[in-house]
Structures are given as C-alpha cells and as structure tokens.
C-alpha cells in the first residue's frame, strides 16, 4: 500500500510569508505525527493527533506555528510570518491506534527554505 | 530539546564488520525505537524494544536495553555498503504516549 506522502517536496519562500504544508498519511492511520529536523540534527517533536484533534501540541514552538486534520485523515502544517529559523525538513508520520508502542511510519519530508 | 544522545557522532568501517552504536536517555521511558535516515529525508523504522525488554533481534540487527543505565545499543552484524545511513534512537515517554524523542544520530559510512 501507498506509504505516508508530503507536499510539497520542496518550499522555497520569503521571511514574513505564509506558508502550508500538506500530510496524506497511511490510509486506516489515526494517529499522526509532525517533526521538524535541522541540519545534522535528529527530528524533533511538533505535535500529534488523534483523530481529528491535538493530542499533543506542546512541541509546537510559538503562535505562528498551527496544524490542522479537520477530518481525521490530511494534516495540513502552517507557519505564518515565516523566519529564516524556521528552514528545516519538516517530516510528517503516521501509526495505528491500538497499542502504546508506536512505530511510526514517516513521509519522505518537505524541504522548507526561508530567504 | 532531544532526549537521546548518540554515541558515537559518526562511525566508519568496512563491509562485514560489525557496527555498534549507543543510545543515552534521560527520563523514564515506555519503548524505545531506532531508525534509519538516508539522504537526510525519510526515516525508516528498524526495530522497537520495549522497556521491559532487555534484547531483541531482527534480521542483522541486535537491540539492547539497561534502563538502569538509561542506555541502549544498537548493533549491525556484517555489514554491507547498503547499511550507509545515519542512526537515530528514539524513546516513547510514559508520560506522552505518541511523542518520540529523537538523539542527535550517529552517521555510518560503509565503504565496500
């Protein structure tokens, strides 16, 4: 079956722009995740739903950072004002609900450069 | 802020020897879970152990848990020039059921 899938694959844009990046996450999946990694650094937490809601959103690093799952399957990841800081690979994955170990499956990540 | 620390940063051999790799952690833990990153894009999970669990094998790969030492290892039996990638430990918290923690990861380079 088809894996996690990110869009875009690459997102280039200016400081104080907007921008939205997509997460289709593995079909039956309730439980997904968003990771932010930087260069040379491991992948660190951003939030993750339950369904449609916000389990955990306390990696989530200021107000300008909000995600979205409206109907409990796409995720959309957006940042407002967008800064230089915010350049990393942004990773989405997703895992089954039903057991407390989660091994999740992660997406191939969007490259976001901030100018 | 990463709960792992790796160790070492990075790791360079030859095919058909072993590769051994640590993991460090800090707070209680629920599992623990390493995967593989090529490229620098998508991570692959490899294996999970949990932490009542002290060993496991898949395939060529070793897991090892002391979470007296908060500590794990991950080793890779003969390596092979497809086993370049960098290494991350990750650990799933009692206290947040679906967040991992990732290290910093260390980098292995196989050269044929």
């Known amino acids: 079956g088809a894996g996690v899938s990110q869009t875009p694959s690459n997102k280039v844009t200016e400081k104080g722009k907007y921008v939205e990046l997509r997460c289709d996450p593995i079909?039956?999946?309730?439980?997904l995740y968003w990771y932010r990694q930087s260069l040379g650094q491991g992948p660190e937490f951003l939030i993750y739903?339950?369904?449609?809601?916000?389990?955990?959103d306390s990696g989530l690093p200021n107000d300008r950072f909000f995600a979205v799952r409206p109907e409990g399957s796409v995720s959309t990841l957006k940042i407002q004002r967008t800064e230089r800081g915010d350049s990393a690979v942004y990773l989405c994955?997703?895992?089954?609900?039903?057991?407390?170990?989660?091994?999740?499956?992660f997406g191939p990540g969007t490259r976001l450069t901030v100018l | 802020s990463q709960q792992g620390e790796e160790d070492p940063q990075a790791l360079s051999i030859q095919e058909g020897e072993n590769a051994t790799m640590n993991c460090s952690y800090k707070?209680?833990?629920?599992?623990l879970q390493w995967y593989r990153q090529n490229s620098g894009r998508g991570l692959v999970h490899l294996i999970l152990?949990?932490?009542?669990?002290r060993e496991k094998h898949s395939g060529r790969l070793r897991v090892t848990l002391d979470t007296s030492k908060k500590s794990s290892s991950l080793l890779i039996t003969a390596s092979r020039a497809a086993d370049t990638a960098s290494y991350f430990c990750?650990?799933?918290?009692?206290?947040?059921?679906?967040?991992?923690?990732f290290g910093a990861g260390t980098q292995v380079v196989v050269t044929p």
């Open positions: 739903f339950q369904g449609t809601g916000a389990a955990d």
């Open positions: 079909s039956g999946h309730t439980a």
């Open positions: 990750a650990t799933g918290l009692t206290d947040s059921w679906g967040k991992l923690q």
């Open positions: 707070t209680s833990i629920n599992n």
């Open positions: 994955a997703s895992s089954s609900l039903g057991s407390s170990y989660n091994e999740q499956f």
């Open positions: 152990i949990r932490s009542n669990e």
